[in-house]
């Protein structure tokens, strides 16, 4: 059997578990998360989405043909041009000023996850990197779906949070997790046992970094 995306989750299944339905996502979900734990894992969020762009530019320096560059050109841009904008007035909509969000200083977390995910791209090749940025891209999409699944999950104007997991379950999201399954399910399918048990490793950190991003927003740590 060729290998696929969903080998990479089923590698490490307890890091992945932790991911999705950690405690941060469930108060989210059902509306008792601390105003201050969403508005510090907000700000670091931003700073989070800026080195992210620096991934997507590395992803296009590391791209060997036309299309591949071009994917990467339109990862960049949803972030550059969108999500960003996004970002910057919801934070604002939660008392974040713009001024406040270009002074921060970065938390261990968000420093450990955007350099590894950067240190992993420039060590190996377009493969690695995608593989380093799935579990966010595809995280926050699966997080969405899982939360909608949950009764205890509370949507609509009773949930101060109702906005971010409207979010992550758009379309638009949707589509482009969706589309990154399909680009890693591609290569995946040629790699050997080796590779994949490297790749694997990759996926894995970077899962626990990104659960290591919500304890730093639960926890309020810098
Ligand atoms: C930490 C983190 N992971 C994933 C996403 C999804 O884009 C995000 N915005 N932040």
């Known amino acids: 059997m060729p290998y696929q995306f969903e080998d990479l989750k089923n590698a490490f299944p307890t890091e992945w578990r932790d ?76 008392g974040i000023s713009e001024q406040e969000l270009n002074n921060l200083p970065e938390a261990r977390a968000t420093l450990a996850y955007t350099r590894y995910v950067l240190d992993t791209g420039n060590r190996g090749d377009l493969l690695d990197l995608h593989v380093a940025l799935s579990p966010c891209m595809v995280g926050y999409g699966e ?54 048990e490297q790749l694997s490793h990759i996926f894995r950190d970077a899962t626990r970094l990104e659960i290591d991003f919500w304890d730093m927003g639960l926890n309020l740590s810098d």
Request: include cysteine; charged fraction near 20%.
């Open 143 to 196: 997080i969405a779906n899982w939360l909608n699944r949950r009764s205890e999950t509370l949507r609509g104007e009773g949930n101060p949070y109702d906005a971010w997991i409207a979010m992550y379950e758009s379309d638009e999201f949707q589509g482009a997790m969706q589309a990154e399954i399909h680009w890693l399910d591609e290569r995946l399918a040629d790699v050997t046992p080796t590779r994949f």
């Open 19 to 94: 991911y999705i339905e950690h405690s941060f996502v469930q108060q989210l979900g059902n509306g008792s998360l601390a105003p201050e734990a969403f508005q510090h894992y907000l700000k670091q969020d931003y700073l989070f989405l800026i080195q992210f762009a620096r991934a997507y530019a590395l992803a296009a320096y590391k791209s060997p043909t036309l299309a591949d560059l071009l994917q990467a050109k339109d990862g960049l841009l949803a972030i550059l041009d969108t999500e960003l904008g996004l970002h910057i007035s919801y934070c604002k909509e939660w």
